[in-house]
């Protein structure tokens, strides 16, 4: 079982939806990172989480460290929201970053 | 603007062949990171630096190399051991290394095998 799990893998919506990405992970962690990948290779990170919740325009990321899980919402979503979102967790036994393998969200108009 | 510059945005080798991979930062990060990136999984950390002249592997450091005699400069050689290089390299930098720090990332590599 990998240690950072995400979830859907794939997701298609309609422009206006609101959508939810999941993060699993089976670590114990000293923050969490959502990273967002556009098609082209390069990526940008969205949030740094350790606790709670934070709010960037129509991005929101939760956090709930008993569950071992977090949420990253798009609220309004639009075409240009299209690409792979990452989440990656820091801490574990190897103080290094782990990474989920990405959820590739298409925003259809 | 302050960032992140890799080249090539393509690179190919032929067989026997090293390659290096150009990763350039003006944010004055103390660290940076060399990570592979394969269809299908997460990203790997091939190496790491958090201070000038000093360098660790991460999980998949076999067949490739590293310097880092300047600050601002971390390039990445592939070295004909590493018998499976196809993949999107992705150079990233954070202010001193500490895993609740944001990370920055460059554009990325794709190599490929001749």
């Known amino acids: 079982k990998n240690e950072v799990e995400q979830s859907p893998q794939n997701l298609t919506a309609q422009e206006g939806e609101f959508i939810t990405i999941n993060c699993s992970y089976s670590?114990?962690?000293?923050?969490l990172h959502w990273l967002q990948q556009h098609p082209g290779g390069g990526i940008v990170s969205l949030f740094m989480l350790s606790s709670g919740k934070k709010k960037h325009g129509r991005l929101i990321a939760t956090i709930n460290i008993q569950e071992k899980h977090s949420s990253l919402h798009i609220t309004a979503s639009h075409p240009r929201d299209s690409a792979v979102y990452i989440c990656?967790?820091?801490?574990?036994?190897?103080?290094?970053?782990?990474f989920g393998t990405g959820t590739l969200l298409a925003v259809q108009p | 603007d302050g960032g992140i510059t890799q080249s090539p945005k393509y690179l190919f080798r032929k067989e026997g062949q090293n390659v290096t991979l150009s990763c350039e930062q003006n944010l004055n990060h103390d660290a940076m990171y060399w990570y592979r990136q394969d269809p299908g999984q997460g990203l790997r950390l091939i190496y790491y630096?958090?201070?000038?002249?000093?360098?660790q592997k991460g999980d998949i450091a076999e067949g490739y190399s590293v310097s880092r005699e300047k600050k601002e400069s971390f390039p990445l050689t592939v070295t004909s051991a590493q018998k499976n290089p196809t993949a999107f390299y992705l150079c990233a930098s954070n202010p001193g290394g500490a895993l609740n720090e944001k990370l920055f990332f460059g554009s990325g590599t794709q190599l490929s095998v001749l």
């Open positions: 670590v114990g962690i000293s923050a």
């Open positions: 990656a967790v820091g801490g574990g036994a190897t103080n290094k970053l782990i």
């Open positions: 630096s958090q201070i000038v002249n000093d360098f």
